[in-house]
């Protein structure tokens, strides 16, 4: 079987590295394109990451890597030390030895989407300036991609930003609001869900114990551990990003409703909150028509952990894709 | 042992008669005044309701009745006809027999926060204007109200106006915005808590057994239900207004948590969302200095049932005071 | 003649000084109370200042000084220090021989408006808080007032605070925009007038030339031209507040215009810009019927200054009332 | 000497068909690419009018037409007949010859500021959707083009579409703040200089007396002038988008201020305002530091009409370049 056209964008950050690392794993997916965005870092440094984890894991010079926007479309600051001083913990990757690309991160997206129209799978696990910049570069892209599945928001559990606000939403609101109002076939996979599939120490230890091609990924996961215990006193860490990957396959990993994601963009209270009316009491709410005609637009939204384990087909994905 | 002094402000409102018919039956309260504010009704209609029940419920002359501002601060729009035509189903009450009250609504709070300083006890079961315009007549009123239980707000549950808001709040979001914000000791009994204390058919089916006296309480309670199941299909109906007199006794009806409100005032998508900062998590949310800075005003937000069955002891503390 | 009952609202303040020794001087009013707001000064401080000028300029005992409201209804952050340490430059007044009025000043202007209906004036010379409280109070305060006339906003011109907004009105906006949605037959006194009539060193040379009872107003006025001197390098200071006092008894001081002012209290950049719809302009603007409806209140806006001379006239009244 | 590169980015509308004949009667530009947005037709009509323009004023084959972003960075909604049926009065023109380019207008942009770095002057008369685009598929684009006029705004003068707002910045808000917060170097000629320079019946009647070339430009004009006088009751019509064309060639046509702009994108009453904080004043602000952040930004703001005619020089111009 043709394995299925696929671009990964990502604010690498330490989730997204692993991201990548299940994508290449699960056999599932020809990955088009490598695209960076700020986010978990600033986008010179999310690309070099991008760049060096290319390399890492195998596929440089199969897999383009393209810069993105270094520029937020809400013009906010968003500025996160979460991942540590190089976005990967303290990681510093050998580069890649492929030359820059010219063509931006939109660009690529508008491109592939035309190759690939109608079969292009995107899944996006940071902020989504570039995702909104190749909507606002070719509004067509939202009919011609087969579904876009973000890691973000917070449907109908609190934040992790603010109390009701996501991180890679908060970062660049409008952003997404452009997406998730473009008509482009969607799946959010917000914290509601990715709260739920976790990976712990004995997770850990089972790539510890797996010898060779994983101490890179272990530094990885270390240091994000590290991370939610110190922001969050939790000795284990969601999977995030990953989970969008998993969800591009297969969505029994999560369950899901349908409806409308409206972003705040205008409040500093409520920036980057995800509101989410479901399909069928959209109706009922006092809104005025204005808001209420975002209703044509629907995407499909996690609402919760589904029935396939994430958390173990996760490792056992990891433990088949060792980097060099 | 003397009955404490309490001011019950209202926009009755099928459950605020509720409220008020329990509160009497509680026989723990010196109700000093009955105050209407627009809400469940405009406010003219609120205060010609909340005179027919002073004498239905047998306080007529002992308990004035007074009339609220009769425009929101915020200047929305925020008519509602859930309650029914006449905002007690359709019920039209015979009048007070004693002459109206000159003194409108707030400077009567303000006034008995002098006489019983320390001591006053403040329910309101309608938007907070009222009690916003007593606090900008006296901001001194914060400080001399012993506490003020307001039934609005979601802090960690859907709204029920909007997807993020309440009722009560998103009527008038800065006067609740100007009480949260004051210093007053308050205790917020929104939709978290009143959700899960609910009246059923079998309560109903007692009071109907009860006899002479709570014929029209029975109506009430038959319109409510019967608006629930028309707008939300709900075969009960949810004590939200009585709750809050209950817990101004016995705060065991509900849990709480200690921490910040913020309401939303600006964003229309948000409007009336009570945003809850609990008092041990705020500082590390990523708000900028002056959203922290609310932090430094807290109260007590119920955030479920508690211990103390509330649905029990209302339908009995009811059973205590038939109307006339 | 009688003369006409008024109330003078003020945040004492250099000018608002001014504006009461005006307000005596003309010989039209019968002055019924000077309340205080904060704004130039912090409540109390302006309190504190407005007990002292009514004692130095003659009218202690005879005009009840009122506290206004301690907290704008916009709950922004508005303290200047334009006007010096004490707000009426480092001046320290003597106290008024007076007890503290209990009655806070929005309950003030409730009363005398119905003590007064259909005759009262109502100047205000801060930002609009007490007026605003004195309306949520009680609403039918908006029709038993005969006028009021408010120093404040910009219609045309730039405002002196930000860009867009001058300073009484950037210091509570909520409490502007209730008062001109309210149905208070208004004229605003804004920029675009009080920079054209203007305070000079030659007529600041005629009051040292006055002799005694011009000392305490010369001092006055020349920390107030030295602050515009400091700030705006500008050699004249306009005669902001003392201007309303003017246009109350004889508006030819100003041209006006009729229509609609909306004022901006949700967006930071635009916070207390007055955007002035000229009545027959209105309907031809781009805004949403919700925006559009605001247009059924209309008040006088003065758009510049006017044929009659206020400045001469000004320095002449002061002239006429020295203080103690 | 060689001609300068230029971009023409237009939402043709009858001035912008009379900017691009004028840009190419002046004999001082190599048009490297005609873009077409959306706004005073959508912009699929936009770029039917755009190519039906290249091949009536003699440029089909020569430069090529680019098709635009079909929605706003702000989704808003825009729509507006002031310019007629089709954008061009009821004028449908003949279609170009050439194929329809694929390339999207914000990506030419990009490409041509790579080609000719340093070198190309991009002129914007319509919203400044394709030019954010731009920006932020490649932000590098900022400091490689010479130099962007764009016509929108009012700096000092009211709006033409709200109070505050012209129609091109109110239409997409969030693509001008783009744009004004990129680094690009940009001259804005907005209302305060457009108004000043204006087309009259007698111009008309030199375009009527010139014979053959001219009709269709007469019957742009004529379309214009009606607009002019049915909208806003005047005889003449200002030369928006020309006058855009003619700074770029020569800045004595306007005088202009340095500072900073901030685009209002939040508040729906102040929905497309350019706050300009002249560059010697802006510290003097009471923004907060974020808002005063912005002015790290510069560009030149055109505040009224220059010393050069326009209007004698647009006609004479207009008859250098009569249509085929």
Same mark, same amino acid.
């Given at each position: 079987?043709?394995?299925?056209?696929?671009?990964?964008?990502?604010?690498?950050?330490?989730?997204?590295?692993?991201?990548? $690392?299940? %994508?290449?794993? &699960?056999?599932?997916?020809?990955? /088009?394109?490598? &695209?960076? =965005?700020?986010?978990?870092?600033?986008?010179?440094?999310?690309?070099?990451?991008? !760049?060096?984890?290319?390399?890492?894991?195998?596929?440089?010079?199969?897999?383009?890597?393209?810069?993105?926007?270094?520029?937020?479309?809400? !013009?906010?600051?968003? @500025?996160?030390?979460?991942?540590?001083?190089?976005?990967?913990?303290?990681?510093?990757? +050998?580069?890649? /030895?492929?030359?820059?690309?010219?063509?931006?991160?939109?660009?690529?997206?508008?491109?592939?989407?035309?190759?690939?129209?109608?079969?292009?799978?995107? =899944?996006?696990?940071?902020?989504?300036?570039?995702?909104?910049?190749?909507?606002?570069?070719?509004?067509?892209?939202?009919?011609?991609?087969?579904? %876009?599945?973000?890691?973000?928001?917070?449907?109908?559990? +609190?934040?992790?930003?603010?109390?009701?606000?996501?991180?890679?939403?908060?970062?660049?609101?409008?952003?997404?609001?452009?997406?998730?109002?473009?008509?482009?076939?969607?799946?959010?996979?917000?914290?509601?869900? &990715?709260?739920?599939?976790?990976?712990?120490?004995?997770?850990?230890?089972?790539?510890?114990?797996?010898?060779?091609? $994983?101490? %890179?990924?272990?530094?990885?996961?270390? *240091?994000?551990? /590290?991370?939610?215990?110190?922001?969050?006193?939790?000795?284990?860490?969601?999977?995030?990003? +990953?989970? @969008?990957?998993?969800? @591009?396959?297969?969505?029994?990993?999560?369950?899901?409703?349908?409806?409308?994601? *409206?972003?705040?963009?205008?409040?500093?209270?409520?920036?980057? $909150?995800?509101?989410?009316?479901?399909?069928?009491?959209?109706?009922?709410?006092?809104?005025?028509?204005?808001?209420? *005609?975002?209703?044509?637009?629907?995407?499909?939204? @996690?609402?919760?952990?589904?029935?396939?384990?994430?958390? *173990?087909?996760?490792?056992?994905?990891?433990?088949?894709?060792?980097?060099?």
């Amino acid at each position: 079987m043709a394995l299925a056209p696929i671009v990964l964008d990502s604010d690498p950050g330490l989730d997204d590295a692993l991201a990548l $690392q299940y %994508l290449l794993g &699960t056999g599932l997916w020809d990955l /088009k394109a490598y &695209t960076a =965005v700020g986010g978990n870092a600033p986008v010179e440094q999310a690309f070099r990451n991008a !760049r060096g984890l290319a390399r890492a894991f195998g596929v440089d010079g199969d897999v383009p890597v393209h810069r993105g926007a270094d520029r937020t479309i809400s !013009r906010v600051d968003s @500025a996160s030390d979460f991942h540590g001083p190089t976005g990967l913990g303290e990681e510093v990757l +050998p580069d890649s /030895k492929e030359p820059d690309q010219d063509e931006p991160a939109p660009a690529a997206l508008v491109r592939l989407s035309r190759e690939y129209e109608g079969e292009l799978t995107v =899944v996006a696990t940071g902020p989504l300036t570039n995702v909104a910049a190749a909507l606002l570069l070719d509004p067509g892209t939202a009919h011609r991609v087969r579904r %876009l599945v973000f890691m973000g928001g917070a449907a109908q559990v +609190p934040g992790n930003c603010t109390p009701l606000a996501e991180f890679n939403v908060w970062a660049d609101p409008d952003a997404a609001d452009i997406v998730v109002s473009s008509g482009i076939p969607y799946t959010m996979v917000g914290l509601d869900a &990715t709260h739920g599939w976790r990976f712990t120490h004995e997770d850990l230890a089972r790539l510890d114990a797996a010898g060779p091609g $994983q101490e %890179l990924t272990a530094r990885f996961v270390r *240091a994000y551990l /590290k991370a939610y215990d110190a922001n969050h006193r939790q000795s284990s860490c969601p999977l995030h990003d +990953p989970l @969008a990957v998993g969800v @591009a396959a297969d969505e029994s990993f999560v369950t899901t409703g349908t409806g409308t994601v *409206a972003v705040e963009c205008a409040s500093e209270l409520g920036r980057g $909150q995800t509101v989410y009316l479901p399909e069928d009491k959209a109706v009922r709410f006092n809104y005025p028509p204005h808001i209420l *005609a975002r209703t044509r637009h629907t995407g499909r939204v @996690a609402l919760g952990t589904g029935p396939r384990d994430f958390s *173990a087909h996760f490792t056992e994905t990891l433990l088949r894709r060792p980097s060099l």
